[in-house]
């Protein structure tokens, strides 16, 4: 028998577990029918593995620019905008400021 992914939409006892509101699960084709029915739960929306792929590469970056600028970045920047911050802060941590000594040569 196949399994439907669901939410809980109200907190219930399915398979053994407390379900919390808006806990996913799994259930038989039946029981998903059943509960959707009676309100309980409602069907997962679908994934797209793109987007999954997009949002770890996302996170990735947010992790590189905290540990390069030592801040929190923008949740509005997107990949490139990230890049380019990230290459900034990078570049800036690897020049050093040269002293030069203000002294006449003897």
């Known amino acids: 028998m196949s399994k439907v992914d669901l939410i809980a939409t ?6 053994g577990r407390a379900l919390t509101v808006g806990e996913p699960f ?15 739960a409602e069907a ?5 593995p793109e987007e999954v ?8 970056l947010r992790g590189e620019y905290q540990k390069a600028k030592g ?5 509005r920047w997107g990949v490139p905008r ?11 941590k690897t020049q050093t400021y040269q002293r ?3 002294r006449a040569e003897d």
């Open 71 to 75: 801040e929190d970045p923008d949740m």
């Open 26 to 40: 799994q259930a038989s084709r039946r029981d998903a029918r059943t509960l959707g029915a009676i309100g309980k």
């Open 10 to 15: 109200k907190s219930m006892r399915y398979g």
């Open 100 to 102: 030069r000594d203000l």
């Open 82 to 92: 990230l890049e380019q911050e990230i290459a900034a802060a990078v570049k800036a």
């Open 53 to 60: 792929e997009r949002q770890k590469l996302l996170e990735r």
């Open 44 to 48: 997962a929306p679908e994934v797209d």
